[in-house]
């Protein structure tokens, strides 16, 4: 790895017209291409769409939901296990009697069938974004039907995607009035981003809380039994497990998945047998408990202290978020069906049963789950309920994994290892993450020990996640769907009313462990803030200094430096334009590629892009510069991940714009306003529209092919060579046909084009030192120099996140003053 060191600081070279949108305004022309090579016109698209009738695929379905038992319901499952223990914790202890045992349960009932049944069920999961779900999903459909996205590098030809669009095309007055106004302040945008990271941040805090709360729940059966195990001894078991569970992470969940269904499946059953056997035997009565009037008889009763125990009641729908957020993973079909049929019904009756059973032993609520089962079937049910509680830790754990990732997409968490475990999309592994979140559950597991004080903090985080999800629910209805702002205001008054009472009631247990979650997500807000501040400053600061049209002209086709054989691949997050790297390199060391490629890795507000749209190419300047630009395109749950051919991918898509250019004149007339030309899509397929004859070898055979590489930099790239022979990537060497009746100056262009990949490939990027000016207020020099800079330095280099080898790695050192 070479490293040149640049510095600098001085005026702007090029000022765009507007930075308002971020560089949107420079716009790119598309021509795009369909799946069988036709030209599709320009601004049309392709769209598959979903099926209206998902019943009728009735296996796939039932396949889903019940695999959907171990990976989105292990949480909400096991809540039995502390709900009643925490509602009657604190002053409703004065309260315990048969009427108050009723009114809880009518509580729960309710609390169930309204938010998770028939808000998340049957409303939240129909605003799916291509199938994906969580607080993402609904900002990312937002974005694209309306400018509330603050991301920088955004293009008009990320709208050509064929993932794009959603929604009704109908408009009313009032709903464009609301979106212009929201659209023309900037804050009004600033302000929605804040409450979509502060979901997110509050959904990895209960990656901290769930484990603690559901394992040390699970093992509290153990003291039950054995009267000389100590509260300590508990604690320290679940902390054995809680570090076993975060270290089997890296193997993926893929292994283990099939496990996890029949486990919950067999959870589920059992607590609904165990609940219908309490009822039977304890009190039937407790059925007439399902009509409303036993909740205003329980807050007539209990008054202040009862709305301070919704906190506890809170904690029976904890975890249902995670149904919308892992909804990419299934089908929103699928998890209706396993909810409204399996888990709904049994949850209900094990609370019922717990009802019954603690109306008849009000001395047994301390410890209800465990002394409501009966004694013949205990220890078996102990080893079911850790299990489950296991599962339900893994979930929350994985979900954590992917909000990291889909915030790190977005440009608003800093650059952490992703490793993925399987083949299907979504199953990650983040390393950093997994033992940062392993070494603050076991704090928050020895710290507190309870888990009252922990389930205070974990239905804080729960319902501030639900109460925003209800607030971007309104934006979808109104921006998405086109509904009417009536019915979006009572959707929006009617849960908020009900989510309010329990927030406010858990917002009063702050200082009793609420302040927990508090404290982990304005924690993790910050970073996320500071992230996004410093490299949308950045990103301005590159905008601003680009390499001027007049300045690239002038060199003439040399670029005045002498061009060497190879290609030089210069990364940088411009869209458009010639980035100042490029300048600041030929400034220093007069000498560059023959062939030049612009770079620009992006991530677009859709959570998938299909291979054949993920290449945009096109040309910068005239055809004898030999300078192109490519734009990769990923969506925000996209793996990238370096798939072993990336140059080849690379050289390929060139090859076909090459070929595509000379019969459409209209793509190498450079726009008006910059440098670039039009630019086409391009598939990523090596084997379609090639003009190439592709050899496909493996690496050691290719030793006898000639190359003007030196012998002394084979050898050094020979000492990176691990040895693994499984894993080497297969040389693939591009011929052109020997009469192809090929045009002779597009023919000359892919001689070069493959001289030049023969010569070597030479990866260029940044690497950036970003500094507050001297004229910065203290606080934009702390954010800079102290926060921003600290992060930087401690997260993944950019060539790391992009897997590009080190060897073939030239690194530019740069000042950025902002």
């Not at 396949?63 to 409703?92: E, I, N, W």
């Not at 941040?201 to 153990?222: E, H, K, R, Y």
């Not at 569970?245 to 193997?251: D, G, K, N, R, T």
Request: a neutral charge; proline letters at 4%.
């Amino acid at each position: 790895m070479y490293q040149v060191g640049i510095h600098h600081e001085g005026d702007s070279l090029e000022h765009p017209p507007s930075l308002a949108d971020g560089g949107a305004n420079e716009s790119i022309d598309t021509v795009g291409k369909d799946g069988k090579g036709g030209q599709t016109p320009q601004g049309k698209r392709k769209t598959e769409v979903p099926s209206k009738f998902p019943f009728l695929n009735i296996s796939r379905n039932l396949v889903l939901a019940y695999q959907s038992l171990g990976v989105v319901y292990g949480d909400l499952s096991t809540s039995p296990l502390y709900v009643y223990r925490s509602v009657f914790d604190g002053k409703l202890q004065d309260y315990q009697s048969p009427e108050t045992i009723f009114g809880a349960f009518s509580l729960i009932f309710w609390t169930i069938t309204l938010i998770p049944l028939l808000k998340y069920v049957f409303i939240v999961l129909c605003a799916d974004d291509n199938g994906e779900g969580g607080s993402f999903a609904l900002y990312s459909l937002l974005c694209r039907h309306a400018k509330f996205s603050l991301l920088p590098n955004q293009q008009a030809a990320d709208e050509e995607l064929s993932s794009y669009k959603y929604g009704y095309s109908g408009r009313s007055t009032a709903c464009l009035q609301l979106k212009r106004f929201l659209e023309k302040h900037k804050k009004s945008r600033t302000v929605l981003l804040v409450i979509v990271l502060l979901a997110a941040c509050m959904v990895i805090g209960d990656g901290v809380l769930t484990p603690a709360m559901s394992v040390i729940s699970s093992m509290s059966g153990i003291q039950a039994a054995a009267d000389h195990l100590t509260h300590d001894g508990v604690v320290f078991l679940s902390c054995i497990i809680l570090v076993g569970l975060f270290a089997l992470q890296h193997s993926g969940t893929h292994r283990v998945g099939f496990l996890f269904a029949p486990i919950v499946l067999i959870w589920l059953i059992s607590i609904m047998i165990i609940g219908l056997y309490n009822t039977i035997i304890w009190n039937p009565k407790i059925v007439s408990a399902l009509s409303p009037y036993y909740i205003v008889k329980f807050f007539r009763e209990t008054g202040k202290d009862g709305w301070i125990s919704l906190g506890g009641i809170l904690l029976s729908v904890a975890g249902t978020e995670a149904m919308y957020a892992d909804l990419g993973h299934f089908s929103a079909f699928s998890m209706r069906i396993t909810f409204a049929f399996v888990v709904y019904p049994c949850l209900v009756i094990q609370y019922m049963g717990q009802a019954a059973f603690l109306s008849k032993n009000l001395d047994s609520i301390p410890n209800s789950f465990y002394s409501s089962i009966p004694d013949g079937v205990y220890w078996p049910v102990f080893v079911i309920a850790t299990l489950a509680a296991i599962v339900g830790s893994q979930s929350i754990i994985t979900a954590t994994f992917s909000i990291v990732k889909q915030c790190n997409s977005l440009g608003c968490f800093p650059r952490v290892k992703i490793v993925h475990t399987s083949k299907h999309k979504g199953q990650i592994y983040v390393p950093e993450i997994n033992w940062i979140l392993m070494i603050l559950t076991l704090v928050v597991a020895i710290g507190f020990q309870d888990t009252t004080l922990i389930g205070n903090a974990y239905g804080l985080a729960c319902m501030t996640v639900m109460f925003i999800t209800t607030f971007l629910m309104t934006l979808v209805i109104i921006f998405v769907w086109q509904r009417s702002l009536v019915f979006a205001a009572a959707f929006l008054l009617f849960f908020w009313f009900i989510e309010g009472l329990y927030l406010s009631s858990a917002a009063i247990k702050a200082p009793q462990g609420g302040w927990v979650s508090l404290l982990l997500s304005f924690i993790l807000l910050a970073v996320m803030l500071v992230w996004h501040y410093g490299t949308r400053k950045k990103y301005k600061y590159d905008l601003h200094n680009k390499v001027p049209l007049k300045w690239i002209l002038g060199l003439g086709p040399s670029l005045g430096i002498v061009r060497v054989p190879g290609i030089g691949l210069i990364y940088s997050e411009l869209v458009t334009g010639v980035p100042p790297i490029f300048s600041h390199f030929v400034t220093n060391l007069p000498a560059f590629h023959n062939v030049v490629v612009f770079i620009c890795v992006k991530s677009v507000p859709v959570p998938y892009v299909s291979s054949d749209e993920r290449f945009l190419i096109g040309r910068v300047g005239p055809k004898p510069y030999r300078m192109y630009r490519c734009i990769v395109r990923y969506g925000y749950k996209d793996a990238q991940q370096d798939t072993g051919n990336f140059e080849d991918l690379l050289i390929q898509s060139l090859a076909e714009f090459i070929q595509m250019e000379s019969v459409e004149p209209q793509l190498s007339s450079p726009n008006s306003s910059s440098l670039d030309g039009r630019m086409a899509v391009i598939s990523t397929n090596l084997q379609t529209h090639s003009p190439f004859i592709i050899d496909d070898e493996d690496f050691e055979t290719c030793s006898t092919i000639q190359s003007s590489k030196s012998l002394t930099l084979q050898s050094v790239r020979s000492s990176y060579d691990d040895g693994n022979h499984e894993n080497r990537k297969r040389r693939v060497r591009f011929n052109l046909p020997e009469n192809s009746g090929m045009d002779p100056e597009v023919r000359d262009e892919l001689i070069d084009l493959v001289q030049a990949k023969e010569a070597g490939v030479a990866y260029i990027m940044g690497h950036s030192y970003v500094k507050a000016r001297r004229s910065s207020s203290c606080w934009k020099k702390f954010v800079i120099d102290v926060a921003y800079s600290f992060l930087r330095k401690n997260c993944r280099a950019s060539a790391v996140a992009l897997n590009i080898p080190h060897i073939s790695l030239i690194e530019v050192g740069m000042i950025y003053y902002v």
